[in-house]
């Protein structure tokens, strides 16, 4: 049967936005053989590079579910309720948040400071410092924003921003006090089973990723593969574990299935 394969970015596909030659020979020969590629992000349209989306794969699913473009379509678009976001920026304006929109991406200056430690080339990074500040947001502005991403200062002002957060919503936990409010309808999953829908043919769904955000698509597909430096968590929800990414990990799991 063919598969439609869903890849998360950082860490699966590429590392500071650079993409190992043997993945992207593995995504051309998998297409080859009639295969579907989908990039499958937590990221907004905006924070994608333009190469990605030169390179003309079968769909991209933005902003961890809530937007979902198909054959250059755009066929899903959940935004943010301007209400949801207006609040959050309230009650997280004495943390590092920015408001990652389709279109446009607005950031405080908490969070542009946080971002000037990773100034490294190629990085998400750098593009969050290129990004507009939160004052000069306008009302139209808060109707593309699908996701508000937030850096807390501590575990107890984590816990007190998450406390008032709507049930409506739901937060993703990252690293070093990192995280995302989005959707709670919408994630990884919902975008594997919007796609899948939208065929008429029959498909079997594979998802690759690496961290915890991937967790729900990994669940979801009928073949969940994670990569070799992949976290704990998903290593232990996978069916297969490949090798590192730097070690032509996204390649040797497209050999594994079959794909190539």
């Not at 948040?97 to 969070?111: A, P, Y």
Request: proline share 2%; aromatic share 10%; with cysteine.
């Amino acid at each position: 049967m063919k598969k439609i394969i869903f890849l998360d970015l950082d860490g699966t596909l590429w590392t500071f936005e650079k993409i190992p030659s043997s993945a992207l020979k593995a995504i051309e020969l998998a297409r080859k053989n009639g295969h579907k590629i989908y990039i499958n992000t937590g990221r907004t349209r905006c924070e994608i590079p333009q190469f990605l989306l030169d390179m003309n794969l079968d769909g991209y699913c933005f902003g961890a579910g809530s937007e979902i473009i198909i054959d250059n379509k755009q066929v899903l678009f959940e935004p943010l309720k301007k209400r949801d976001t207006q609040f959050i920026q309230h009650i997280a304006k004495d943390s590092g948040f920015s408001l990652e929109g389709s279109k446009m991406t607005f950031t405080n200056e908490k969070n542009r400071e946080r971002m000037l430690q990773f100034n490294t080339d190629n990085r998400m990074g750098n593009r969050f410092l290129s990004f507009p500040d939160i004052s000069t947001i306008t009302d139209d502005d808060y109707n593309q924003v699908m996701k508000v991403s937030i850096h807390f200062d501590s575990l107890s002002q984590r816990e007190e921003i998450l406390r008032q957060i709507p049930k409506h919503l739901t937060f993703t936990n990252f690293l070093h006090l990192g995280g995302e409010i989005t959707h709670s309808e919408y994630n990884k999953a919902t975008a594997i089973q919007f796609v899948k829908d939208y065929y008429s043919e029959e498909y079997e769904t594979v998802a690759m990723g690496d961290s915890e955000n991937d967790l729900p698509m990994l669940e979801y597909a009928d073949i969940s593969v994670a990569m070799g430096n992949g976290v704990k968590e998903v290593k232990e929800k996978a069916d297969y574990v490949t090798d590192k990414i730097d070690n032509d990990g996204l390649y040797k799991a497209f050999k594994y299935l079959k794909l190539i």
